[in-house]
């Protein structure tokens, strides 16, 4: 079941924020307010999966959880590796058409729309011979392995005249949409810097049924360079994403760096890397990923002049804290030792430490699952026919300014974006 149904949904968020932000900043949620789903079968929104790996899994089961209250149907399953192909079968109950060529799926009849979450190269021509099908597309980020794909597959989105929605999931998270409208509303004054981080400490290799080393590269296709950039495409495009929908901007220029530090063997792509963005408003993104240290974890942090929010863990800092009680001032200056004798000869200056403040949370009692609510959009959006143009916008941008960060960390230069490639 829905954890509450989208009118509540938007109630809340509404009730939240203050406003009604499905009319303003983010188009994309007016698709929530359709009451429109007759029952009949005919009237049944018919989607296929490609690809049922660990994030098709997530996807599916997502879908799953919505398919009567929706009208929506999983209609078929895809995929050419056979614990996959057999796990998907056992989790739609035999009610799913199987295959493992995604091609006899495309040529199925009264599908609507396909999900696409194969490994990262396989996504272009999936994709692009989806949308030449007649079908809407739902497609994992990031949208391709080069450039010059995913030029391709935007190219064919416009000329089908299909839906193509990249799974950012974040901008169909309340906490997110929260914060976008308080941003908007000046809670943190002029948003001037964006930071992120995702930490980990493993090399991301899984396990290959033994006596079966062909199958390494299936399985573990995250770890070699022609099909995969690694921490780039995987984890990074994830807060880019957030820092170009927040900034309602793109970057002109990226510097980067990256190697292999500590898991070197049988691993082609970085094991560590760090990215700077530059905005045309001479603002920055700051970025980096290891795979060798978890203490930190994942954050991205958005930086105003008046406030800072940390997204991941749902909080906001404002900059200048009200000043407590004089008598609780006192009591917190002799416990920090504020009173402590100062050399005269001493520095003339006081490092600058970290606020301690504890913050408050940018959204209370957020229950909702992004992934969720965007394929939910997704079956809306096939319902209705059309999907806000930002939604492939935002994920091709990404793609690009992703793999030009790759780029940039294999050439060691400074690296911009070639005009053909706008758009």
Not at 13 to 26: C, K, P
Not at 283 to 304: A, R
Request: glycine content about 6%; aromatic content about 10%; charged content about 25%.
């Amino acid at each position: 079941m829905l954890s509450i149904n989208r009118r509540t949904f938007l109630k809340r968020l509404s009730i939240a924020t203050g406003a009604v932000i499905a009319a303003n900043s983010v188009p994309w949620l007016s698709v929530f307010n359709d009451k429109t789903f007759a029952k009949g079968p005919n009237d049944r929104v018919r989607l296929g999966f490609i690809g049922i790996g660990d994030r098709g899994r997530v996807l599916l089961l997502n879908v799953l959880s919505f398919e009567k209250q929706l009208n929506v149907e999983v209609a078929a399953i895809c995929d050419n590796y056979p614990p996959n192909y057999e796990r998907a079968i056992k989790m739609t109950g035999g009610n799913a058409k199987p295959f493992k060529d995604y091609r006899e799926l495309l040529a199925m009849k009264d599908l609507d729309g396909v999900i696409v979450a194969t490994p990262l190269t396989e996504h272009a021509h999936i994709v692009i011979d989806a949308l030449n099908a007649g079908l809407h597309v739902f497609c994992e980020k990031s949208m391709a392995r080069t450039v010059p794909d995913a030029k391709k597959m935007y190219d064919e989105h416009l000329n089908a005249k299909r839906i193509l929605q990249i799974g950012h999931q974040r901008m169909f998270s309340p906490i997110y949409l929260t914060a976008i409208d308080r941003i908007a509303n000046g809670d943190i004054g002029q948003l001037t810097h964006v930071k992120a981080y995702w930490h980990r400490n493993g090399d991301w290799r899984r396990p290959v049924p033994s006596g079966h080393p062909e199958l390494d590269r299936v399985i573990n296709w995250r770890l070699y360079k022609d099909l995969s950039a690694g921490l780039f495409t995987e984890l990074l495009s994830h807060h880019l994403q957030v820092a170009c929908w927040f900034k309602k901007s793109f970057p002109v220029s990226v510097v980067a760096n990256g190697g292999l530090l500590y898991w070197k063997k049988n691993r082609e792509v970085y094991d560590h890397i760090s990215c700077l963005y530059a905005f045309a408003d001479d603002s920055q993104f700051v970025y980096d990923s290891i795979n060798s240290n978890k203490h930190y974890g994942c954050e991205i942090q958005i930086l105003g002049s008046k406030g800072t929010m940390e997204m991941e863990v749902n909080k906001y800092y404002p900059e200048e804290v009200p000043t407590p009680p004089g008598i609780l001032q006192l009591i917190n200056d002799v416990e920090n030792g504020i009173f402590d004798t100062i050399p005269i000869g001493g520095a003339s200056w006081i490092p600058e430490t970290a606020a301690t403040t504890k913050g408050s949370r940018i959204l209370e009692n957020n229950k909702e699952d992004e992934s969720k609510l965007e394929l939910e959009a997704f079956s809306r959006f096939i319902r209705k026919g059309s999907a806000p143009e930002e939604l492939s916008v935002q994920g091709y941008y990404t793609t690009v300014w992703t793999l030009l960060a790759e780029q940039a960390a294999d050439t060691k230069e400074r690296v911009v974006m070639d005009e053909k490639y706008r758009i």
